[in-house]
């Protein structure tokens, strides 16, 4: 089992809908969580990061965390066009206190015009 | 605030040469971390230096090696390249030193192109 499992997509979403990004993990032992974007040749950038059990808002993004069940979800609500990209889950290493950052292999989303 | 800053953008090198790709953190980060990123592999982590010192190491050859100087600043080095070392290189500062509550921002990343 992967540690930090993504569905890869490609998400295919109309604009204006929300967009739902599902990662789970099986470290037990994570307390943070991160959701990145990447679009095409550039580089990750942070969009929200999230410790606490329940929902985390930033702007029209909502990041989810459950603990229990080991999972943790991106909800973008009004997608437009420029929110296509990859959306990569990354979890720390908690074995120690290095950042060793373990990341899903991404979610592809596309919104459509 | 400057960014993560890395040098150069772009590499072409040939097999069986070596390269250094340099890092620069946001100011006043101490932790330094690599990853390298492939259309196969994803991201995976190379290692992460703080305060100068090798905190962690990923599962990569020892042709894949990393210092920091005392000013934050890293370097990474790949030893005898080979073909599937073609990837994106990426860095990624933060404040340190522990990661539980803390934030990792990428730099633009090296292309490598080994042929």
């Known amino acids: 089992q992967k540690e930090v499992e993504q569905n890869s997509g490609p998400l295919s979403v109309p604009e204006g809908a929300i967009a739902s990004l599902n990662c789970t993990y099986s470290?037990?032992?994570?307390?943070?969580f991160f959701w990145y974007r990447q679009y095409s040749g550039k580089s990750p950038e942070l969009i929200m990061f999230?410790?606490?059990?329940g929902d985390k808002e930033d702007g029209r993004f909502t990041a989810q965390l459950n603990k229990a069940s080991q999972y943790v979800s991106l909800l973008i609500r009004d997608s437009q066009p420029s929110d296509s990209a990859t959306y990569l889950c990354?979890?720390?290493?908690?074995?120690?206190?290095?950042?060793?950052?373990?990341f899903g292999s991404g979610t592809r989303l596309l919104v459509r015009p | 605030k400057a960014g993560v800053t890395q040098t150069p953008r772009y590499l072409i090198k040939t097999r069986g040469q070596q390269v250094t790709l340099s890092c620069s953190p946001i100011?006043?980060?101490?932790?330094v971390s690599w990853y390298q990123q492939t259309p196969g592999q994803g991201l995976q982590f190379l290692f992460e230096?703080?305060?100068?010192?090798?905190?962690n190491k990923g599962n990569f050859p020892g042709r894949f090696s990393g210092r920091q100087f005392s000013n934050s600043r890293s370097e990474m080095n790949v030893s005898t390249l080979e073909l599937g070392d073609s990837a994106l290189y990426l860095c990624?500062?933060?404040?340190?030193?522990?990661?539980?509550?803390?934030?990792?921002?990428f730099g633009p990343g090296t292309r490598l192109t080994v042929l």
């Open positions: 999230i410790y606490s059990n």
């Open positions: 230096y703080f305060s100068e010192t090798q905190r």
């Open positions: 100011s006043g980060h101490r932790s």
């Open positions: 470290d037990r032992g994570s307390q943070s």
């Open positions: 990624a500062s933060s404040q340190g030193p522990s990661a539980s509550a803390d934030t990792q921002y």
């Open positions: 990354a979890v720390p290493n908690s074995m120690d206190s290095s950042y060793k950052l373990i």
